[in-house]
């Protein structure tokens, strides 16, 4: 954890989400003092057979990055050979530098990420509906399915809305279908 921020940025919290918290105290987890420091760790987990094959690529996700994700850590990372990417709410606007921007934005909260590579929208989740996010200015429209008892269900309706309305595609946690932590 990085908490180069001295503002509570209010991002508005999720009403469910997939992302096991644990606090800091996980597989070196913990605070560093310094954005540098992080991005250092970060850089030294990467098994240095694949460093020559393909540059590192770390996702920023799990609770609302883009109140720890700011300009010292994202030029920390770049420094260290890291491209970033961010999984947000698009409650926050991001700051320059991150190379990837996926925004899974919520109902019922105001969102000021309008850009990006990535929107993935769980689906279904009443009060946002596709429609309300198919002018935006992203490259890729996703539908993942809520998570939860009617994953079955969910995952048939999202599949029915994408093959419908081709600018949707749809999108699976592999992670969790493959159990992978």
Same mark, same amino acid.
């Given at each position: 954890? /990085? ?8 991002? +508005? ?12 105290? *996980?597989?070196?987890?913990?605070? $560093?003092?310094?954005? !540098? ?7 030294? !987990? /990467? ?8 540059? =590192?690529? *770390? *996702?920023? !996700?799990?609770?609302? &990055?883009?109140?720890?994700?700011? +300009? ?12 970033? +990417?961010?999984?947000? @709410?698009?409650?926050? *606007?991001? &700051? ?8 899974? &934005?919520?109902?019922?909260?105001? %969102? ?10 769980? $689906? ?8 309300? $996010?198919? @002018? #935006? ?7 993942? =399915? #809520?998570?939860? &008892?009617? %994953?079955?269900? @969910?995952?048939?309706?999202? #599949?029915? $809305? ?5 600018? /949707?595609?749809?999108?699976?946690? #592999?992670?969790?279908? %493959?159990?992978?932590?």
């Amino acid at each position: 954890m /990085w908490s180069g921020k001295e503002e509570d940025r209010g991002a +508005a919290l999720c009403k469910f989400c997939d992302t096991d918290f644990v606090g800091v105290d *996980v597989t070196e987890g913990g605070k $560093y003092e310094s954005a !540098t420091r992080l991005a250092r760790k970060i850089r030294k !987990t /990467w098994p240095q057979k694949d460093v020559k094959s393909a540059k =590192p690529f *770390v *996702v920023c !996700t799990g609770g609302e &990055p883009l109140m720890q994700l700011d +300009a010292a850590l994202i030029t920390a990372l770049h420094e260290e050979g890291l491209e970033i +990417a961010v999984e947000t @709410n698009g409650t926050i *606007v991001a &700051p320059e530098g991150i190379d990837w921007i996926c925004v899974s &934005p919520k109902a019922g909260v105001e %969102l000021l990420q309008l850009s990006g590579q990535e929107l993935k929208l769980v $689906y279904p989740q009443p009060g946002a509906e596709p429609d309300k $996010y198919a @002018n #935006l200015d992203f490259q890729h429209f996703f539908l993942q =399915p #809520l998570d939860g &008892p009617e %994953l079955e269900s @969910n995952t048939r309706l999202a #599949l029915q $809305y994408c093959l419908a309305h081709q600018q /949707w595609r749809l999108s699976l946690q #592999l992670h969790k279908i %493959l159990k992978v932590r």
